[in-house]
């Protein structure tokens, strides 16, 4: 096993359809249209997640009516220039969402927003290539993902990528993240929670440049840190807070499907309820509203990423229960209009 495979195989859980067959619930509030802002496409050998899959899974009973692939190291180009070949991954995406345009699969629009890579390292440099994947996007690209989890203690680091300290400060980074305005594009940022202040000075650096913060921020619950759930809870809170300050800053309420939160359903016999996901989601999802607002927080799938804990329904339903408490128009925020607004989607 090479040491992606190994981080791979730490940071997902394995798909067991079989298992999660055996939660069924009805839908809540099926007619409320959803967005989801950020899942991957990939055919790896322990895990395909293809066109079929992402529509088995919409099909299970929630309104999603278009969808936003985040960037995954998937079916990079195999040769010519390293900087170039994370444009396979934009090609490849977009293939997959003309084909859902059609209209041949259904209403939803798969990838309707593409969010790929590019290593802001190479400073100036960096315009070039994202220009090129722009070009090759069909007009669906929006912006990149550049993570940077960082963790000194190996047994805290639960992301399948492992990112230099520091990389959010480095100067040919910032370099590069300059140009991201310019040409109209948005900033995703992946870290632990430890780092969230290293975010905070790369917004107020950047006070125009949109920026979303994904999966709530990577609350760990591993390494150090497991057992220390309230402990957590309470620096992470502070850390929020303290990011929401940042106007350009939006946030996704998701991803807590990850063993790197410690959470442990996918480990049980039977799959979790939606009441038992939205009893341990609720104090992340409270914070984040709170501090951010509606209209700078997005719910997220991070599917197929986290399927290895709950299904699609199940997971949706317990988005609902816990935006239970809040009004129509927020609710509509939540599961639909902030993340169109920041990816500029037109929904069908």
Known sequence: MTSTEASRTAAHLPIRPDWLAQRREAIIEPDRVIVDPHHHLWDRPDNCYLLPEILEDIASGHAVRATVFIEARSMYRAGGPEELRSLGETEFVNGIAAMSASGSYGSARVAAGIVGHVDLRLGARAAGVLEQHIA????????IRQSSPYHEDPSARGSSVSAPQGLLADAAFRAGFKCLRPLGLSFDAWMYHPQLAELGDLARAFPEQPIVLNHIGGALGIGPYAGKREEVLRDWSAAIRALARCPNVHVKLGGLGMPLTGFDFGRRGAPPTSEELAAA???YFETCIEAFG???????????????????????????RCAAGHSADEKTALFSGTAARFYRLSLP
């Open 294 to 320: 509606p209209q700078r927080c997005m719910v997220e799938s991070n599917f197929p990423v986290d399927k290895g804990m709950f299904s699609y329904a199940v997971m949706w339903n317990a988005f609902k």
């Open 281 to 283: 989601w609720r104090p």
């Open 136 to 143: 090759v996007a069909g007009g669906r690209f929006r912006g």
